[in-house]
């Protein structure tokens, strides 16, 4: 049985986590900063809702990059040299999540990204944890990115495209940064084809805990911003 928690009741070993159910380990408990920072650190992520209770996840194997593995084609790096797109942090996270939020996915019917969700990763920006990588053209937002910066470990949440790289455009950014700040792994929760395509893999959750126990330590950052993050590509 999946375990129901109470506002005050710790998350379970991550070790209790139910394969077949995609890492799902526990339902409820609140959405509040020390909550979720809490989760982050043990290696455990909201996904979805059920009657508005948060669904935690801890799968295994783990989806990451780590940012010397980046692998950018042929064509990312051309728009990466000559433009036309541009890339800002921080600027607008909101737009960026809820671009995220409409934005369909195949094999899921709606979003994950519900209010409560909306609000909780709002509260974190504002806290200076959660942050946003975005695509701009023409002065309009065409794609983006956000998730969680703790210590020396990012943990991306999700990410939205309008135009045609304008999602791994802002992932390029986000990268550069990151190596710019010695930042040591990308945790990207689950595999897709879109992110092994710009060089994540699966490690398991064991290594995930160890590489994670020695990254996410810190405390929250100021508001990113692009400055200094030039250089070949």
Known sequence: MIPFLGPLDPFPPVATARPELGGLLAVGGALLPDRLLDAYRRGIFPWGTVEGHPLWYSPDPRMVLFPEEFRPSRSLRKILRHGPLTVRFDSDFAAVID?????????QDGTWITADMREAYLRLHELGWAHSVETWAEGELVGGLYGLAIG???????MFSRSDNASKF?????????????????DCQMYTDHLASLGAREIPRREFLERLHALAAGGARANWSAAGLSGDW
């Open 170 to 186: 802002a992932f390029a950014h986000l990268v550069r940064y990151l190596q710019h700040h010695q930042f040591g792994m990308i």
């Open 99 to 107: 671009g995220c939020a409409a934005t369909p996915r195949p094999g």
């Open 152 to 158: 020396r470990m990012f943990y991306g949440e999700s």
